[in-house]
Structure formats: structure tokens, C-alpha cells
């Protein structure tokens, strides 16, 4: 009889899914909470959205550059854990052999079946190396260009993220109204957001688009207090 192939789907992009996240999150509440906090202290809005091309291009930078470090740092650690492991499978095999052996028994097996196992792993020095990253480290390779992309992913959606509270300070020239109509589009902006996440990640879109407004509103409304407060 004909079969219906199995197709599975699985997520595999949440460190670009995370990136974005970390850029569009701060990017919606930060230079929202600096234009609503100065709309209450200027009477321009052209005053406001220079400050807020500054915020964006400074935010940008900074939060792009600490994914860059992060991704970096990973990457370095990565290196340095599988030079220690080469040198640890060179000078003490034996209990190399022993770690390897106790992550079958992890899963139920028996040492009649984890020996020819062990022995077809060690055999070569290099799957040796990458079996013990992989299942007593839990460390997978990172992707060499990982550091460049999460870079411009935040910095990029920072900057989309920022522009989006921001543009009604550019269309509109009266302060007050400028103020609730960017207010309305941040909750929106975020409402959205978080329902595409939850789309893409595997959550319930709707509950995913409700937490990030119910968080992502939390943080521009200290924010804004904060900005207040100071001006």
C-alpha cells in the first residue's frame, strides 16, 4: 500500500530568532521611552526625533557590538574546550574512555553493548574529540561567521525596532498627539512582534503577542518614568 512520507519540521534558526528578539525588544521600548520622556519637556518636536536618531545610532552600535563579543566569546570557549579535550584523549585515555562509556549508560545500555561502541569511537582520534563536545560537554561547533551575523541581526533590528516609536515625532508636529499616537503604535508594534515570534518558535501566537506587550510595555513605562523623572 502507499505510504505517506514522515516529514518533520523542527526550528533550527533560534539564535537568529534570539538576536532579533534581543534588537527589536529594546529597540521598541528604549528610544520610546526617551521621546515620550522629552515630549514632556520640549515644546519641538524636530528636538525629539534628533535625540532619537542619536539613541538609535548609539543603541545600534552598542547592542550590535555586544552581540558581536557575546558570539565571539562562545566561539573562543568552544576552541579552547576542544584543544583541552584533544589533549585530555592524548594523555589520559583510559578515563576518556570511561566518560565515554558512562554516557551510554546514561541511556540504559549495558557494557557488552557499549564496548564495541567505545571502540569504534576511539579509533579515531577526531570523532572521539567531537563525541565528547557533543554529549559530555554539550557543546555543538559554532558557526565561524556567527559573531559578524548576530552583530548586524541586533543592530539591524534595533534600528527597525527604534524607528517604529519614533516616526510619528517625524510626521507629526504636535507634541501631545505625537505622544499617543507613538504610544499606540509601540503597543501594537509589539503585539505584532511577539505574535510572529510565537509563530515562528512554536508558541501560541496570540499568548506569545500578549506577553510581549504585557513585558515590553512594562519596560518602556519605567523607562518613561525614568526619562521623566530626569528631565
Known amino acids: 500500500m502507499p505510504t505517506t512520507p514522515h516529514t518533520e519540521k523542527h526550528f533550527t534558526a533560534s539564535e537568529t530568532?534570539?538576536?532579533?528578539?534581543?534588537?527589536?525588544?529594546?529597540?521598541?521600548?528604549?528610544?520610546?521611552?526617551?521621546?515620550?520622556?522629552?515630549?514632556?519637556?520640549?515644546?519641538?518636536?524636530?528636538?525629539?526625533?534628533?535625540?532619537?536618531?542619536a539613541e538609535i545610532a548609539a543603541g545600534s552600535i552598542a547592542m550590535g557590538l555586544g552581540g558581536y563579543l557575546a558570539a565571539k566569546t562562545d566561539f573562543e570557549h568552544y576552541l579552547t574546550e576542544r584543544k583541552r579535550e584533544l589533549r585530555e584523549i592524548r594523555e589520559t585515555p583510559t578515563q576518556e574512555t570511561e566518560e565515554v562509556a558512562q554516557v551510554f549508560r546514561r541511556y540504559g545500555l549495558n557494557d557488552e553493548l557499549i564496548a564495541p561502541l567505545v571502540a569504534a569511537i576511539r579509533a579515531e582520534p577526531t570523532q572521539w574529540t567531537d563525541f565528547m563536545m557533543r554529549f559530555e560537554l554539550g557543546l555543538e561547533p559554532p558557526n565561524p561567521i556567527r559573531a559578524?551575523?548576530?552583530?548586524?541581526?541586533?543592530?539591524a533590528s534595533y534600528i527597525a525596532g527604534g524607528l517604529i516609536p519614533l516616526?510619528?515625532?517625524?510626521?507629526?508636529?504636535?507634541?501631545?498627539?505625537?505622544?499617543?499616537?507613538?504610544?499606540?503604535?509601540?503597543?501594537?508594534?509589539?503585539f505584532a512582534f511577539g505574535f510572529v515570534k510565537g509563530h515562528f518558535t512554536g508558541v501560541n501566537s496570540l499568548r506569545s503577542g500578549q506577553q510581549t506587550v504585557l513585558v515590553g510595555g512594562l519596560a518602556a513605562a519605567v523607562a518613561f518614568g525614568i526619562a521623566r523623572m530626569i528631565g
Do not use: C, H, W
Open 148 to 155: 559578524r551575523q548576530s552583530a548586524f541581526t541586533i543592530a
Open 17 to 53: 530568532v534570539r538576536d532579533i528578539v534581543i534588537g527589536m525588544s529594546d529597540g521598541l521600548t528604549v528610544p520610546f521611552a526617551l521621546a515620550a520622556g522629552l515630549s514632556g519637556t520640549l515644546s519641538s518636536t524636530n528636538v525629539v526625533v534628533t535625540a532619537g536618531m
Open 167 to 190: 516616526s510619528p515625532y517625524i510626521f507629526i508636529s504636535e507634541l501631545t498627539l505625537a505622544l499617543k499616537v507613538s504610544t499606540i503604535t509601540t503597543l501594537v508594534a509589539l
